[in-house]
């Protein structure tokens, strides 16, 4: 029987699309294994607490042409492009560039120009004009013509795209033309056609507008967070660890006991077809603590209470509607259960005298339950506070309309895929197949493919944060940027790994950014606990 869901992960990659290619999509998603264990099953989008996880958008657009693209604009062309901006669906925008004979004729001039200057043709010194025709003879007719139209591009995109500078996402442009149809344009007309495709920064509806200014959000505590709970629970937790666990030889397994058991499970089909094992269900030298019995599988502890050990005991159950694996929900299985050892506590007397085994330098046990309670009220805070800004989150999320551009998609996306595989490689001794697996394009877009819902909220849910930073105008001041960047580099250094101090200092001012929203959005918010 699994006990704990193994999580996935390897190296994070970061995948541009090429200028010339459009991303090809699939997918595999990475599960854990599904345990028989009733707890909340980390999934590969469990959102990690708010000041992790906002993403500033405003580092996602180009801003600015860089250095090369700025001098390529300043070099103006002898005619004017025409360009048709055509709105596409997921804030995407077509630019179809038509390039004039005179533009194309300029760069081809500037290729052989090139091609004089490097091309060492026989007969004729290194550097020096030569008649086009024998220089095109010697070079290569279709090489002058693929050079010529590269030229173009070059010098024609930064002006087709100016349009879109500013709002235009990083890495999103690509060019959809083949390069065979741009020569055989090239080849017939002497002009140039093509289409560019780019991802533009999506608009943002809030529904109802302002409707995150007077929020109301019902926050749903889990019983096991309260604090005189959790504090009796940990008390008694330490309680048991200074105990001996002794063999039952007189008597069947009871409550408070620990039994190791085998055990295997059958489903039972309605049908009467042949039944399936449920892998999932399957253990040998199980050590079941019955006080946790709830927790592995409700209502199982009832079916084998009484059993002795050596004996061996079958019979049905369902499980829950409320079952973590999905496909087992409801499904009506045979269990065999075999006792193979069977314990008992023997504890000592719950009094002062074990008060400092209990929490070392504590000299009483009412000491004892006090400083467990004081130290699980801060969690109980720290929990519910930390409930009420996902619930918060969550209801801002969804109360924007926008469409999604895919180059933002597949950014976020990567980067969640990237942490959970980071996780699992942390966690678990890769083979370099499976690294190489995981690693590959076709894992990631499947990964992707799975898990739209997933990514669509957490950039939902940072974009409606960065517009809300906007909107209200919230800052942060100079000096907790750079207490935080100071921090941050130095948890780097301590543990030795490299970095981009302004990668630092973006991802810094994200999280301050984050937590400025959530302060403002928890001072307009009314908060109704409710405890399941």
């Known amino acids: 029987m699994e006990l704990c869901s193994s999580t996935a992960t390897t190296t994070f990659i970061k995948f541009k699309p090429s200028l010339l290619l459009n991303p090809s999509s699939s997918s595999i998603s990475i599960q854990s294994s599904s345990p028989l264990v009733q707890k909340p099953i980390k999934g590969l989008f469990c959102i990690s607490p708010p000041s992790h996880q906002f993403k500033k958008f405003s580092s996602l657009i180009v801003a600015s042409a860089s250095p090369a693209a700025v001098d390529t604009i300043n070099d103006k062309l002898p005619a004017d492009l025409k360009v048709t901006e055509t709105q596409e669906p997921n804030s995407r925008v077509r630019l179809s560039v038509e390039v004039p004979p005179i533009v194309c004729e300029d760069c081809h001039r500037r290729v052989i120009r090139e091609f004089m200057k490097k091309a060492k043709v026989p007969g004729f010194r290194p550097g020096k004009n030569l008649p086009e025709d024998i220089l095109i003879s010697y070079v290569g007719k279709q090489n002058v013509q693929k050079a010529t139209i590269e030229s173009i591009l070059k010098r024609t995109l930064p002006h087709a795209v100016s349009s879109v500078a500013g709002k235009a996402l990083e890495d999103s442009m690509r060019i959809t033309t083949t390069f065979s149809d741009m020569e055989k344009t090239y080849t017939s007309l002497n002009s140039l056609s093509y289409d560019v495709i780019v991802d533009v920064a999506p608009e943002i509806k809030w529904v109802p507008e302002d409707g995150y200014k007077n929020l109301k959000v019902v926050v749903e505590i889990d019983s096991e967070i309260d604090a005189q709970t959790a504090s009796e629970q940990e008390l008694?937790?330490?309680?048991?660890?200074?105990?001996?666990?002794?063999?039952?030889?007189?008597?069947?397994?009871?409550?408070?006991?620990?039994?190791?058991?085998?055990?295997?499970?059958?489903?039972?089909?309605?049908?009467?077809?042949?039944?399936?094992?449920?892998?999932?269900?399957?253990?040998?030298?199980?050590?079941?603590?019955?006080?946790?019995?709830?927790?592995?599988?409700?209502?199982?502890?009832?079916?084998?209470?009484?059993?002795?050990?050596?004996?061996?005991?079958?019979?049905?159950?369902?499980?829950?509607?409320?079952?973590?694996?999905?496909?087992?929900?409801?499904?009506?299985?045979?269990?065999?259960?075999?006792?193979?050892?069977?314990?008992?506590?023997?504890?000592?007397?719950?009094?002062?005298?074990?008060?400092?085994?209990?929490?070392?330098?504590?000299?009483?046990?009412?000491?004892?339950?006090?400083?467990?309670?004081?130290?699980?009220?801060?969690?109980?805070?720290?929990?519910?506070?930390?409930?009420?800004?996902?619930?918060?989150?969550?209801?801002?999320?969804?109360?924007?309309?926008?469409?999604?551009?895919?180059?933002?998609?597949?950014?976020?996306?990567?980067?969640?895929?990237?942490?959970?595989?980071?996780?699992?490689?942390?966690?678990?001794?890769?083979t370099e197949q499976q690294l190489a697996y995981l690693s590959s394009p076709k894992a990631v877009n499947e990964f992707l493919e799975n898990n739209k819902e997933n990514i669509t909220h957490v950039i939902k849910q940072n974009l409606a944060v960065g517009d809300i930073f906007k909107r209200e105008n919230l800052q942060f001041s100079t000096e907790e940027l750079v207490k935080e960047v100071k921090s941050s580099v130095a948890e780097f250094e301590k543990h030795k790994q490299e970095y981009d101090e302004e990668r630092v200092k973006e991802q810094v001012q994200e999280v301050l950014e984050g937590a400025k929203v959530l302060e403002w959005l928890r001072e307009h918010t009314e908060i109704q606990y409710t405890t399941r």
Not at 312 to 338: C, H, I, M
Not at 341 to 360: G, M, Q, S, V, W
Not at 387 to 413: C, H, T, V, Y
């Open 236 to 430: 008694r937790r330490r309680h048991k660890s200074l105990g001996v666990l002794k063999i039952v030889t007189d008597r069947g397994l009871q409550f408070g006991d620990v039994a190791v058991l085998d055990i295997s499970a059958t489903t039972i089909e309605q049908d009467e077809s042949t039944a399936k094992t449920i892998p999932s269900a399957e253990s040998k030298g199980f050590q079941f603590d019955t006080e946790d019995g709830d927790k592995v599988l409700p209502g199982f502890l009832d079916s084998i209470v009484g059993m002795q050990r050596g004996e061996t005991k079958s019979f049905p159950y369902v499980f829950p509607e409320s079952w973590n694996q999905e496909d087992l929900r409801g499904v009506q299985a045979q269990f065999t259960v075999e006792c193979k050892e069977l314990f008992y506590r023997d504890l000592p007397e719950l009094n002062d005298t074990i008060a400092d085994k209990l929490l070392p330098g504590c000299t009483t046990l009412t000491e004892v339950k006090e400083t467990l309670l004081q130290k699980c009220l801060e969690l109980e805070q720290s929990a519910k506070e930390q409930a009420a800004d996902n619930a918060i989150l969550d209801r801002i999320s969804k109360m924007i309309e926008l469409d999604i551009p895919r180059s933002l998609f597949e950014e976020q996306g990567r980067q969640l895929y990237g942490a959970q595989l980071l996780q699992l490689q942390a966690n678990t001794k890769l």
